[in-house]
């Protein structure tokens, strides 16, 4: 089953006087890139968090940012304040009075203006009691994660399903008319061989290998199989339960290979002309393929 790697998750829960909440958001990333972003107090978590994500996302560029409430009316912050601060500004005052007779009129207001005089310090928190929680948190935002994931995911599979459907049409189509190639090219020379040497007669012999040089050359069978091979490997991709991306794009690439071959060995205009259809359903894939995780 083929999972997006476009996606968006969120949730909240309680313990406590403390309400957490989570949201997570993916988007495509050819390997795994996973940035988190915690209150400073959660710092200590981090990297099991990231554990935890890592475990149940395979490939794509993952967001999460995690914020945390006091319900209960406790501060989440001590104030302190920065007496060694507050001393240096009252020996500048007092050097003021004293150098330039300043009239020295200080209150506490006054420092309270004054950048850094209060420090504002996240309460500590004991990691290992808060660990269950944010647990629960990232699990349940990875839950719902999944199911956007496995929606666009089924999205994209029914878009994969038809463009092989007429792949599988584009190919049928060409193999009927490859047996037309070798009449068509004989006939092409046999005119052209008239209009060069008039009532001159034909070398019958020379013509058939002409003919037989040309059947050799454009022989469509072995791309053809491998086509087929390939398109039945895609279908068996889609119904595994595993990360897919990497494997379906090589198989786009393969798949394109042996299109273009085709091409240039069937230069007939209306095999022409499916292969560049062939070409254009390719390309929709691979653009959708950059986005599977």
Same mark, same amino acid.
Request: proline share 2%; glycine share 4%; with cysteine.
């Given at each position: ?12 829960? /309680?313990?406590? !006087?403390?309400?957490? @909440?989570?949201?997570?958001? @993916? ?39 995690? /914020? ?19 001393? @240096? ?17 200080? /209150? ?7 950048? !850094? ?25 990875? !839950? @719902? ?19 092989? +459907? ?10 009927? &008319? ?7 090219? &004989? ?10 040497? +008039?009532?001159?007669?034909? !070398?019958?012999? &020379? ?45 786009? /690439? ?8 085709? +091409? ?21 894939? &691979? ?7």
């Amino acid at each position: 089953m083929l999972k997006s790697m476009t996606a968006y998750g969120k949730s909240e829960c /309680q313990t406590g !006087d403390r309400i957490f @909440s989570a949201e997570i958001k @993916s988007i495509n990333n050819r390997y795994k890139d996973i940035i988190i972003r915690l209150p400073k107090n959660f710092q200590a978590v981090e990297r099991e968090l990231k554990s935890i994500i890592s475990s149940r996302i395979r490939r794509g560029r993952i967001e999460v940012s995690i /914020q945390s409430e006091n319900i209960g009316g406790e501060a989440s912050y001590n104030l302190e304040l920065n007496i060694p601060l507050v001393r @240096s500004y009252i020996k500048i005052l007092n050097q003021m009075e004293e150098e330039f007779g300043v009239e020295k009129k200080v /209150q506490a207001e006054t420092f309270l203006r004054m950048s !850094d005089v209060i420090l504002f310090r996240p309460v500590e928190l004991n990691s290992e009691e808060l660990m269950p929680t944010l647990e629960k948190l990232m699990n349940m935002s990875l !839950d @719902s994660l999944e199911i956007m994931k496995l929606k666009e995911g089924e999205a994209v599979e029914a878009d994969f399903r038809n463009r092989l +459907g007429l792949l599988e049409e584009y190919v049928n189509d060409v193999e009927k &008319r490859a047996p037309d190639l070798i009449e068509e090219h &004989r006939n092409r020379l046999q005119i052209s061989i008239k209009k060069m040497l +008039g009532d001159v007669s034909i !070398d019958e012999n &020379r013509l058939a290998q002409e003919v037989a040089f040309f059947a050799e050359r454009s022989d469509i069978t072995e791309e053809v199989v491998r086509i087929r091979s390939h398109l039945k490997q895609f279908y068996e991709y889609l119904s595994l339960d595993d990360a897919l991306g990497r494997r379906l794009e090589f198989l786009i /690439q393969e798949l394109n290979r042996e299109v273009n071959t085709l +091409g240039t060995k069937a230069s007939e205009p209306s095999i022409t002309n499916i292969v560049v259809e062939m070409k254009a359903e390719l390309e929709k894939m &691979r653009e959708q393929v950059q986005n599977v995780e």
